[in-house]
């Protein structure tokens, strides 16, 4: 049903992306090499996530028969995954925004998603057995203190986390924050310096030979990694 993320949902505006990912916007939208970016103006942070299929009538059948509540918007089936705004609807066609930097020290894609929740049964049952996306993950670290579900959707994960001090509960769940994929962690981090953002000293990532660092600012309020030193998934 699903087959891959088209597009997040962010508040602010496209410029600071711009400089972030080193591509060129147009108008209010900005795309990588395997997700898009649309930037609404109003309250920074991510808003919203809007999954692709190849045919949005049989997706909705499908969604009713998995007892998920839906509404039609537009071309667009819209859920609500317990406190995440999600879409399900036909794959964009519009092509990755161009560069503006060397290509090395620019996004090449979207790594992985973040969303936080309090409940990661409830999670897996929604995104796993309803959305149908892919588990790939299921690992609890209390070095980390977190309990953190991987879910392939094309080539980038959809990953859940849960703060193990925090303990199970109803409450929402909140669509975080993003990780970027270059192809050079270290002439990422320079480019970036360079255009004044705050960022952290590149370290080694949880992933075997990655290499990550943090953005801290200019991300209109979404926390940010960007990570090399991978394949695609």
């Not at 147009?26 to 997700?35: A, C, F, Q, Y």
């Not at 320079?190 to 992933?207: I, N, Y």
């Given at each position: 049903?699903?087959?891959?993320?088209?597009?997040?949902?962010?508040?602010?505006s496209?410029?600071a992306?711009?400089t972030?990912?080193?591509?060129?916007?147009?108008?209010?939208?900005?795309?990588?090499?395997?997700?898009?970016?649309?930037?609404?103006?109003g309250?920074p942070?991510?808003?919203?996530?809007?999954?692709?299929?190849?045919?949005v009538a049989?997706?909705?059948?499908?969604?009713?028969?998995?007892?998920?509540?839906?509404?039609?918007?537009?071309?667009?089936?819209?859920?609500?995954?317990?406190g995440?705004?999600?879409?399900?609807?036909?794959k964009?066609?519009?092509?990755?925004?161009?560069?503006t930097a060397?290509?090395?020290?620019?996004?090449?894609?979207?790594?992985?998603?973040?969303?936080?929740?309090?409940?990661?049964?409830r999670?897996i049952?929604?995104?796993?057995?309803?959305?149908?996306?892919?588990?790939?993950?299921?690992?609890?670290?209390?070095?980390?203190?977190?309990?953190?579900?991987?879910?392939?959707?094309?080539?980038?994960?959809?990953?859940?986390?849960?703060?193990?001090?925090?303990?199970v509960?109803?409450?929402?769940?909140q669509?975080?924050?993003?990780?970027?994929?270059?192809?050079?962690?270290?002439?990422?981090?320079?480019?970036?310096?360079?255009?004044?953002?705050?960022v952290?000293?590149?370290r080694?990532?949880?992933?075997?030979?990655?290499?990550v660092?943090?953005?801290?600012?200019?991300?209109?309020?979404?926390?940010?990694?960007?990570?090399?030193?991978?394949?695609?998934?």
């Amino acid at each position: 049903m699903i087959e891959a993320l088209d597009h997040l949902t962010l508040g602010g505006s496209a410029p600071a992306y711009e400089t972030l990912l080193g591509r060129r916007a147009s108008g209010d939208r900005l795309r990588t090499g395997n997700v898009g970016l649309v930037f609404t103006g109003g309250a920074p942070g991510l808003h919203s996530m809007t999954f692709a299929t190849g045919d949005v009538a049989k997706a909705a059948t499908l969604l009713e028969r998995r007892a998920v509540a839906m509404t039609l918007d537009g071309d667009a089936v819209a859920l609500a995954g317990h406190g995440v705004a999600i879409k399900v609807a036909a794959k964009a066609s519009d092509a990755p925004s161009p560069f503006t930097a060397e290509e090395a020290s620019c996004v090449s894609a979207l790594d992985h998603v973040v969303v936080r929740t309090p409940n990661p049964e409830r999670a897996i049952a929604f995104y796993a057995g309803r959305l149908g996306l892919d588990l790939r993950l299921d690992r609890s670290n209390e070095q980390w203190g977190s309990r953190l579900l991987f879910f392939r959707c094309g080539d980038l994960v959809v990953e859940i986390a849960h703060d193990l001090k925090k303990g199970v509960s109803d409450a929402p769940d909140q669509l975080w924050g993003l990780s970027w994929r270059v192809p050079d962690v270290a002439k990422a981090n320079v480019r970036l310096k360079e255009a004044g953002l705050d960022v952290s000293e590149p370290r080694g990532g949880r992933r075997p030979g990655s290499q990550v660092f943090s953005v801290k600012n200019k991300t209109e309020g979404v926390p940010t990694l960007v990570i090399g030193g991978i394949g695609r998934w």
